[in-house]
Protein backbone atom coordinates (compact mmCIF):
# COMPACT_ATOMS: atom_id res chain seq x y z
CA UNK A 1 0.00 0.00 0.00
CA UNK A 2 1.28 3.56 -0.76
CA UNK A 3 1.03 5.76 2.00
CA UNK A 4 0.19 9.52 1.51
CA UNK A 5 2.27 12.16 3.53
CA UNK A 6 1.27 14.71 3.35
CA UNK A 7 0.75 15.79 6.85
CA UNK A 8 -2.43 17.29 8.28
CA UNK A 9 -1.40 20.76 8.64
CA UNK A 10 1.11 20.26 10.44
CA UNK A 11 0.95 21.99 13.42
CA UNK A 12 -0.86 19.45 15.65
CA UNK A 13 1.93 18.20 17.54
CA UNK A 14 4.81 21.41 17.71
CA UNK A 15 3.19 24.33 17.71
CA UNK A 16 6.41 25.99 17.53
CA UNK A 17 8.00 24.22 14.81
CA UNK A 18 4.99 25.22 12.64
CA UNK A 19 6.01 28.70 13.78
CA UNK A 20 9.72 28.49 12.29
CA UNK A 21 8.40 26.86 9.19
CA UNK A 22 5.77 29.92 8.33
CA UNK A 23 8.33 32.40 9.53
CA UNK A 24 11.19 31.12 7.41
CA UNK A 25 8.51 30.76 4.53
CA UNK A 26 7.34 34.54 5.17
CA UNK A 27 10.79 35.46 5.59
CA UNK A 28 11.05 34.19 1.95
CA UNK A 29 8.57 35.43 0.96
CA UNK A 30 9.79 38.85 1.78
CA UNK A 31 13.34 38.78 0.52
CA UNK A 32 11.13 37.74 -2.81
CA UNK A 33 9.69 40.99 -2.34
CA UNK A 34 12.22 43.03 -1.63
CA UNK A 35 14.09 41.53 -4.53
CA UNK A 36 11.11 43.00 -6.98
CA UNK A 37 11.06 46.35 -5.02
CA UNK A 38 14.53 46.96 -5.64
CA UNK A 39 14.29 45.84 -9.34
CA UNK A 40 11.36 47.90 -10.17
CA UNK A 41 13.12 50.99 -7.98
CA UNK A 42 16.59 50.82 -10.11
CA UNK A 43 14.43 50.70 -13.21
CA UNK A 44 12.26 53.59 -12.48
CA UNK A 45 15.44 55.84 -11.19
CA UNK A 46 17.40 55.22 -14.69
CA UNK A 47 15.38 57.62 -17.31
CA UNK A 48 17.21 55.93 -20.34
CA UNK A 49 18.41 52.50 -19.44
CA UNK A 50 20.72 51.09 -22.06
CA UNK A 51 19.26 50.59 -25.41
CA UNK A 52 15.70 50.39 -24.53
CA UNK A 53 13.89 53.73 -22.68
CA UNK A 54 11.13 52.18 -20.61
CA UNK A 55 7.96 53.48 -22.40
CA UNK A 56 5.09 55.12 -20.45
CA UNK A 57 3.56 52.06 -20.32
CA UNK A 58 6.06 49.87 -19.09
CA UNK A 59 6.99 52.75 -16.57
CA UNK A 60 3.22 52.15 -15.18
CA UNK A 61 3.73 48.51 -15.30
CA UNK A 62 6.91 49.21 -12.94
CA UNK A 63 4.90 51.38 -10.62
CA UNK A 64 2.20 48.84 -9.89
CA UNK A 65 4.44 45.78 -9.73
CA UNK A 66 6.36 48.32 -7.12
CA UNK A 67 3.12 49.28 -5.03
CA UNK A 68 1.89 45.91 -5.02
CA UNK A 69 5.25 44.24 -4.02
CA UNK A 70 5.52 46.97 -0.96
CA UNK A 71 2.07 46.36 -0.16
CA UNK A 72 2.22 42.63 -0.04
CA UNK A 73 5.69 42.82 1.98
CA UNK A 74 3.93 45.15 4.22
CA UNK A 75 1.58 42.54 5.14
CA UNK A 76 4.08 39.92 5.22
CA UNK A 77 5.85 41.95 8.11
CA UNK A 78 2.81 42.28 10.16
CA UNK A 79 2.42 38.29 9.65
CA UNK A 80 6.05 37.94 10.63
CA UNK A 81 5.89 40.27 13.70
CA UNK A 82 2.50 38.15 14.85
CA UNK A 83 4.61 35.01 14.33
CA UNK A 84 7.94 36.62 16.50
CA UNK A 85 5.64 37.54 19.63
CA UNK A 86 4.49 33.52 19.52
CA UNK A 87 7.76 32.47 19.40
CA UNK A 88 10.22 31.47 22.59
CA UNK A 89 12.11 34.43 23.93
CA UNK A 90 15.33 32.66 23.36
CA UNK A 91 15.10 32.07 19.92
CA UNK A 92 13.21 35.26 18.84
CA UNK A 93 16.07 36.87 19.76
CA UNK A 94 18.71 34.78 18.27
CA UNK A 95 16.58 35.25 15.12
CA UNK A 96 16.61 39.16 16.02
CA UNK A 97 20.57 38.96 16.03
CA UNK A 98 20.88 36.53 12.80
CA UNK A 99 19.11 39.51 11.28
CA UNK A 100 21.09 42.40 12.31
CA UNK A 101 24.29 40.83 11.37
CA UNK A 102 23.06 39.97 8.08
CA UNK A 103 22.79 36.29 8.22
CA UNK A 104 19.44 35.33 6.15
CA UNK A 105 18.09 33.20 6.17
CA UNK A 106 17.80 33.07 9.45
CA UNK A 107 15.68 29.71 9.81
CA UNK A 108 16.57 27.04 7.54
CA UNK A 109 15.55 23.72 7.66
CA UNK A 110 17.63 21.12 8.52
CA UNK A 111 17.36 18.56 5.12
CA UNK A 112 19.50 15.46 6.79
CA UNK A 113 22.45 15.65 4.69
CA UNK A 114 24.50 16.68 8.06
CA UNK A 115 25.38 20.08 6.89
CA UNK A 116 24.07 23.68 7.99
CA UNK A 117 22.23 24.90 5.28
CA UNK A 118 23.18 28.88 5.51
CA UNK A 119 27.17 28.04 6.38
CA UNK A 120 27.60 24.75 4.65
CA UNK A 121 29.07 23.69 7.99
CA UNK A 122 28.86 19.67 8.92
CA UNK A 123 26.72 19.60 12.46
CA UNK A 124 28.31 17.09 14.86
CA UNK A 125 26.15 13.85 15.04
CA UNK A 126 25.31 14.53 18.60
CA UNK A 127 24.41 17.76 17.83
CA UNK A 128 22.13 16.49 15.16
CA UNK A 129 20.43 14.24 17.38
CA UNK A 130 19.79 16.73 19.71
CA UNK A 131 18.05 18.85 17.07
CA UNK A 132 15.95 15.68 15.53
CA UNK A 133 14.92 15.21 19.96
CA UNK A 134 14.31 19.17 20.13
CA UNK A 135 13.25 20.23 16.90
CA UNK A 136 15.49 23.19 17.09
CA UNK A 137 18.74 24.06 17.49
CA UNK A 138 21.21 26.94 16.87
CA UNK A 139 23.77 25.99 14.55
CA UNK A 140 27.57 25.52 16.13
CA UNK A 141 29.09 27.15 13.52
CA UNK A 142 27.19 30.10 12.44
CA UNK A 143 24.23 30.33 15.04
CA UNK A 144 21.45 30.08 12.46
CA UNK A 145 18.51 28.51 13.65
CA UNK A 146 17.99 25.08 12.34
CA UNK A 147 15.10 22.77 12.72
CA UNK A 148 13.39 19.60 11.61
CA UNK A 149 9.86 18.88 10.46
CA UNK A 150 7.94 16.70 13.02
CA UNK A 151 7.86 13.68 10.02
CA UNK A 152 11.26 14.21 9.81
CA UNK A 153 11.91 13.91 13.78
CA UNK A 154 9.57 10.77 14.43
CA UNK A 155 10.89 9.13 11.36
CA UNK A 156 14.37 9.10 12.35
CA UNK A 157 16.72 6.79 14.00
CA UNK A 158 17.36 7.55 17.70
CA UNK A 159 14.59 10.02 18.27
CA UNK A 160 13.40 7.68 20.88
CA UNK A 161 10.53 9.19 22.27
CA UNK A 162 8.43 6.11 21.94
CA UNK A 163 8.99 2.76 21.58
CA UNK A 164 9.57 1.27 18.51
CA UNK A 165 8.64 -2.24 16.57
CA UNK A 166 11.33 -4.66 16.89
CA UNK A 167 13.69 -3.89 13.53
CA UNK A 168 13.39 -6.84 11.41
CA UNK A 169 17.15 -7.92 9.64
CA UNK A 170 17.22 -8.71 5.76
ZN1 LIG B 1 25.64 27.19 10.08
Known amino acids: M ?5 GPSSATAEPSLGLLGRLSDIDAAIR ?3 HIVSHCRA ?3 TPQPVGRPATTTEREALETDLLSALARNAERQAQRRALLAEMDATL ?3 YEELHGRGLVPAIIQFDGNGACGGCHL ?5 RQVELRRRGALACPHCGRILYVVAGERAASPGAGRRSRPLEREA
Open 2 to 6: KSIDQ
Open 92 to 94: RLA
Open 32 to 34: GGE
Open 43 to 45: RLA
Open 122 to 126: RVPPQ
